[in-house]
Structures are given as structure tokens and as C-alpha cells.
């Protein structure tokens, strides 16, 4: 019962054209867009060709006016996306926008960067800023950071949170030249070329002397001598205002942490206050396994109390005790992946005898939804330090967050959970 069709160009050799049902009403429901044409330049119309996407790819925006489940593939979201936003389908752009977040690696997040800033998705943005300027390092040797557009590669520089130094963001910059012009030997001309005034805003002011003397020998020719005069005349003098060059002098690329809107999130998992008369006897290898159904940046976790027994009296506390602890936190590869695990995170912190331990992490860590991340406590408690907490196996965090740890020792036939960590403080985008 169609009344509309769209016709796209095909490569098949028995068809020069493809054509694609569609219903005006349930279009027409869902976009306004769709909505406005088909009561005014489509009105007489029964079908239409579509130039900006191929028939495969609207096949999988229409899934949006048609069922509930969708299925979409990474090669097509950035173009599903794109029709989202052309016909104005909001739950196309928020689901859509979903998967692309809940895919996002230090790998491809220059690739999704690229998707929201074309699609303008404001959360996508920040969120790949987030991932960007926590992991530099990793995201400029990525391949898709080399591929992405010169519009990308501006917003990049652009950013005032990237843990990298600057004399490893201009050189990152000399790689993505060298894979944009397809050429090895780089001149001036084609330095310029490729990343036209981006080149005057690379960060020359903030380097130190040695920084930017040890990038001479390979890019030395970049410069003109008027030009190399003035960046060695930006880096001893913070007065100088430069004719050519970008004269920030902040040091923006030096291991700087990214801020939050917002206030963070904090949760614990006990039960109730009040404790188990049955101890659990602390190991020399603690593990708190979890997953979480939304994407969030982990920056601390709390620890129970810890207790020791004594020989003439239990629960003795003694303020001064403390218990020193190496922490890895990882995700782990799913039951079919045959990859290693990842390692997110190594650092270390101290557990208190007799009270709560707050571990703040040296920088937030992306927790991905749908995967299982572990977090591994290595100590070697005195004889017989044991915590008291009952704990939950799932805990609801605001209305959309749940995560759900895995794996937990259990007090006796019950559902009651064991363990050391007891909560954890996130950041959500």
C-alpha cells in the first residue's frame, strides 16, 4: 500500500534505477520536514530521486518511521545521521547518536568528533572532546585522527584541554600533513597548503627553547628566517606581540585535566549502615567487577571500613593504621572477544583502619557501557583485616544510570554481596 517511492541510482546490471517504498502518513507523522513536502513541492508528486545517500543507507533511516528496533552500521551512521538532521528526526539523531558514544575508543574518536561537529550534536562533541583531551597521546597517533578533515584538526587545536606537549602536537600535526598530501619530504608550500592559517596558530609561544630547538633538524625548512626569528623571540619574551604567529604563552597541552559541568555523581552500595557480625577477610588481591548501562568518567571510588582483630579485644581502631595498595582498572574482553584486556588505568592509594577510604584517580577514566571493567586492589593486609559492609548487587543511579557488579563473594546462600569498594564518584557528559 505505498504512495511514495524513492529512486536511487543503482550499479546493478539489471537496473539502472532502485526504487524505495514509503508511506506519506507515517513520514509525514515523524517529520515535519517530510511533512511540509509532501503538502507542497511533492503534493502531486509519487515519488522522488534522492542524490545524497545511497538506497541502502535510507533504507536504514526509514527503519526510524517503521519499527522500534533499528539496525544500523557503523559505514552508514554518519550518513544516517546526516538525513536525521536534514528531515528533522530527533529520536533518529538521539539513538543514532547513542551508538556512535557507546563505540567511541581513543582509535575512532577523532572519526565520531568529525560526525558531531558535521551533524552539530552537542553532546557527541563534548563528549569526544572529553576522550580527546584525556588521552592526547593516543588519539593523535590514531589512524582516524590522521584521516580526519582540516576542520576537525582546527577544533583540535582549538581545544584548552589536551595532556600532550607541544612540541608533540605540532609534530602530530607534521603526520597528518604527511598523510593529507601523500608525500614524505615536507616543504614549506605544502605544509601550507594542507593546514593554510592552522599553521600560524600551532602553539610556538608556549615551547620552550629546547622544545623547539629539537623540532629544527627535521622542520627547520618549514620557517623562513623572519619567521624562525620571531618564534625564538615569542619564547623569551612574553611581551612580544607577534605579526605572524599565535602569542598565547598558556600552556595549554600540559597534562591538563578536563572540567565537568555540573557537579559529579556519588553512590554507594550498602545496604544499610549497618554491618555484618560476619567478617569478610580482606585478600591480597581484591576485585570489584561491574558494567554500567550508560557511558561515564569514573573519578574516584570509596572503600568499607577497615577493621582488625586483636588479641585482647575485636574492633580495636587505631587512627594511625594505614594500608598502603596498588590499583589497576581494566576492561575486560567479552566471552567471544579474543582480544586482551585494556588497561584504563594503574595507580596507587591507602586504606585507613577504621575508616571509609576515598581513592581519587589522577584523571577521570571513560567507563564504557555495555562492556565489564574491573577494578584490581593488590595489598598485603595484616592477619585477619576483615570489613563488616553488606552490599548491593545493582544499584539504580539517577533515573537512567544502572550498574551492576558481577562476580561478588556472597555472605552465606544469600544475595548479599561482599567486597571492599563500596561506591563510586562519576562525571557524566
Known sequence: MADFYFIFETTDSDSEYERVAAHKLLLATGSDVFRAMFNGSWKEQYETKITDASADEFKQFLQFFYINTVEI??????????????????????????????????????????????????????????IIGLNTKAVLTSDSFLVCTQNT?????????????EAELFESCMRWVKVSSGQDDLTKEIVQTELGSLFDELPFGSMSLDE?????????NLFTFDEYREVIRMIASKELKPTKFNGNHQKRYDEMIPSFEGDSVQFNRLISKYGSSKPYYIQNIETTTFSTNEPIFLVAFECSKVFTKYSNYEDGIDST???????????????????????????????????RAKILLNKPILIRSGLIHEIRMNQSPPDSSYTSALLKTEVQVQSDVKIQFHGDPFDGDTDVARGLILGFEFHRI
Open 153 to 165: 584538526l582546527g577544533r583540535i587545536l582549538s581545544m584548552k584541554h589536551l595532556s600532550c606537549t
Open 321 to 355: 593504621d594505614k594500608l598502603s595498595t596498588d590499583i589497576k582498572i581494566v576492561t575486560l574482553p567479552g566471552p567471544t572477544d579474543s582480544s586482551k584486556e585494556i588497561v584504563l588505568y594503574e595507580g596507587t592509594g591507602v586504606l585507613e583502619v577504621g575508616k
Open 212 to 220: 623547539f630547538s629539537a623540532l629544527d633538524p627535521l622542520y627547520g
Open 73 to 130: 552500521t557503523m559505514d552508514s551512521i554518519a550518513k544516517v545521521m546526516y538525513l536525521g538532521d536534514k528531515y528533522n528526526v530527533p529520536n533518529c539523531l538521539s539513538v543514532c547518536e547513542k551508538f556512535v558514544i557507546d563505540l567511541i575508543t581513543d582509535d575512532n574518536v577523532s572519526w565520531a568528533y568529525e560526525i558531531g561537529i558535521a551533524i552539530n550534536q552537542d553532546k557527541l562533541k563534548k563528549y569526544c572532546e572529553t
